[in-house]
């Protein structure tokens, strides 16, 4: 069965440093991974996708993942985080079982930035 | 562009009643997926929904259903409401052309919150 472990409830992060969001995942065939993040009491907002080609893929708001076939992770990366990152991150897999939208989520990641 | 949106916002329920909840997808987006979140589950999946016809369905009971209109639109709605039904609900839409399906995202709304008293 296809699945997404996010191994941390919480990172902390001072604002200004680097900050990491873990993600591994399972799934039989070629992985399709998302990031979206999720502000309090809103929907999630779309980050970034890996599909195929660079492992390192950048998306909105200054974020990259790295996509690792080897270790089968695809974590989370900003260089400098900033007080507004703080907010719910999720990773997802495409569930691959034929034609559908379905996306397996993580149990979410909440990234809390100290000024 | 306007987003995916979602009405109501905000709903109060009693036990045993039934609700409709809607979604209105991205203008030219056939796909449309619902999610539960609830803190304790976290996002669970519910069904999509494509060209008017139930694509997937996730391991939620028969009370739960839903469909979709010829213009995308789609709502779902939940009978006999139980106190566990409490939950964020989140429509997703996707811009879908034949199998590239696996590489779209998906994009959401902002979510319609069910309190169940």
């Known amino acids: 069965a296809q699945s997404v472990a996010q191994p941390e409830d919480q990172v902390n992060v001072a604002e200004g440093n680097p900050l990491t969001v873990k993600c591994t995942y399972s799934?039989?065939?070629?992985?399709?991974l998302f990031w979206y993040v999720q502000y309090p009491n809103r929907g999630l907002q779309f980050l970034l996708k890996?599909?195929?080609?660079?492992?390192l893929v950048k998306g909105s708001y200054g974020f990259e993942a790295e996509f690792n076939k080897s270790q089968t992770s695809f974590h989370l990366k900003k260089p400098s985080a900033l007080v507004s990152d703080s907010a719910l991150y999720f990773c997802?897999?495409?569930?691959?079982?034929?034609?559908?939208?379905?996306?397996?989520f993580g149990t979410g990641t909440l990234l809390a930035v100290q000024p | 562009k306007a987003g995916v949106t979602q009405t109501p916002r905000y709903l109060i329920k009693t036990r045993g009643q039934q609700v409709t909840l809607s979604c209105s997808p991205i203008?030219?987006?056939?796909?449309v997926s619902w999610y539960q979140q609830t803190p304790g589950q976290g996002l669970q999946f519910l069904f999509e929904?494509?060209?008017?016809?139930?694509?997937n369905k996730g391991n939620f009971p028969g009370r739960f259903s839903g469909r979709q209109f010829s213009n995308s639109r789609s709502e779902m709605n939940v009978s006999t409401l139980e106190l566990g039904d409490s939950a964020l609900y989140l429509c997703?839409?996707?811009?879908?052309?034949?199998?590239?399906?696996?590489?779209?995202?998906?994009?959401f709304g902002q979510g319609t919150r069910l309190t169940v008293v």
């Open positions: 997703a839409s996707s811009k879908v052309t034949g199998q590239a399906i696996m590489n779209t995202e998906a994009f």
């Open positions: 799934v039989s065939g070629n992985p399709y």
């Open positions: 890996y599909i195929t080609g660079d492992n």
């Open positions: 997802a897999v495409r569930d691959p079982g034929g034609a559908t939208n379905k996306l397996i």
């Open positions: 203008s030219g987006h056939r796909s």
């Open positions: 929904y494509f060209s008017e016809t139930q694509r």
